[in-house]
């Protein structure tokens, strides 16, 4: 065998190989992750409008129970957040002004859920940042999976009929939340109540 | 009856192709930048055109220059149905030549809408420059900085980076992306400078569901293959390349989207370097194995009942190698797993924005009115949101209306074939 046609099959066995690794590199890692990333970016992730919201029941920081059931006939926000996310203490202030300015309506409640994240990690924060609106804890993390939850925060808007109006993934868009749920109700503003489901695991 | 005078059409440049297969190849590039791999005897004949000529002079003189027996009619038949209507030849009263010169649409995996930002005239100093880059020692230093900037950016994100920790995106995220993109492209014209090879402009288009930036690197195909492998690496490299510029920005701002756009250069890079689509790794691995048409050459492996396309059409240029036969199979069966797994990703996005498309719309013009009250930012978030769930539902619409046309073609010719009208 020439130097020429051993330079060859050497480039051919790395080639295959190449090929081989990238093969399943794309249909088992690349390819799903760009998905998300691709969801992620562009705010489309999670449940889609028209889906039935999944029922949870909790109980917040403070020990009372939260039930989606609960709040049936209501315009529903269910936020979820996590202490640990840059991107959800970025809006704690705009979203907290909002429920509070909502908290009133009777036709509607604010739910924000913090997932996979002990009590007692969120409660010094909830207290520190002088959050009013209730916490519901996920410690299991079912209610963030049911949910489709890829990134944080991520925001749905339910009708009162218990169905996905939007679904908003990322900050930046606590006025198209709102908005949609003023759309949604017929009269009525958003009463506060945040679910926090434990954290997402790894961050 | 008078012989028309036939020559080469002017600006056609004639060069050898470094090309795996038993018999040579060589290139013919028109002025307008479309390339034919063409044979041996085909080089010669054209190579017998350079200057205006009868067909009985080109007769003697590809007689004289290459041994090859072909009567002044054989050559006149040969230009009238290919060579003229390709552009590559100019005959005396052939009417079609010019508009043959455009470049054939490349089916569902060609760049659409193509529009030059930058031509090559401007690129050129600026790939010049950059060239500098791709000496050795140079290389080594920047590709340590880089290295070191992924450290940074890997243990402050983890490893493997939570990448639903990723929201939005971010002003900074879609900066870093687009400066990345542009970069990479430089990074393929550099490498050509590096080489000493022309090469043309850099422009944007549509590209699978995205919008792309691309570099035009056509007159590569002139270099030898381990040249033409580092032009297909070169986009990667100097991709890689911005990383420490996020990390320096990521310490500068504190913002974390920095640190994500490192983690996105990675994913882009192995994504390029993907030989499925005709991205970098699809050109990498065409230049080494030496067939420049692996999607065809894969599809011969097909019989010729499951409607091989273009079976044959390489003959000419003899078998490909034995090695290169077996990567062509391990090509092919890899395909039939990756391109379910890639469309049906793509379905699945394109029907999820085309579900949120009209809320997303009615949300950016809500914000448009709210930017007057200081969200700016969001409105402008809101905006490229809309821009690329727009471009990306036209990609797929266009693809649809390909698809389409090109079933119809089919089945025309199928009715055409079987005596049906």
Sequence with gaps: MGCGERRRLSIALIAGAAVVIFAVLTAGLIAPTLFVLARNLLG??????????????????????????????????????????????????????TAERYAADPSAAFVSVVSRIPAATVAPFVAERGIRYPVALDDTGLVADAYLVQALPTTYVITPEGRILRGFVGAGNAFQVFREAQACRASGVVTACTVQSEGIPGR | MVSPILQLTPGTSLSTFDADGEAPSYLAQLAAGRQFRVTEPLYHLLACMERPTDPESISAALAQRAGITLDAAAILRLVETKLAPAGLVWMEGHPGAPAAARPAPGGALALRWRRELIPARCAWPISGALGHAYRPGVAFVLLA????????????????????????AAPAIVAALVAMSLVHEFGHLAACRRWGCPHGGLGVGLYLLAPVFYADVSPAWRLPRHQRAIVDLGGIYFQLLCTPAFVALYLATGAEAWLWAVVICDLSALFNLSPFAKLDGYWLLSDALGIPNLHQRARELLPPAMGRAGAGALAPFGRVSRAASAVLAVYFGASLVVWPVLVAYQVVLVANVATLYAGLVGDAVFLAREATLGEADLLAQAALQIFLLSAMLLQAALMLWEAGRALARRARRWRMSHGMR
């Excluded at chain 1, 992730?45 to 917040?60: I, N, Q, V, Y």
């Excluded at chain 1, 403070?62 to 059931?69: D, H, M, N, W, Y």
Aim: net charge neutral; charged share 20%.
């Design chain 1, 44 to 97: 489309i992730g999670g449940l889609l409008p028209g889906e039935t919201a999944p029922d949870f029941a909790l109980r917040d920081a403070a020990g009372q129970p939260v039930r989606l059931a609960d709040l049936r006939g209501k315009t529903v926000v269910v936020r979820f957040w996590s202490p640990d996310c840059a991107a959800c203490r970025s809006e704690l202030d705009s979203v907290r002004a």
């Design chain 2, 145 to 168: 900085l880089a290295l070191g900037a992924h450290g940074v950016a890997y243990a402050r994100l983890g490893f493997p980076p939570p990448i639903d920790g990723l929201t939005s």
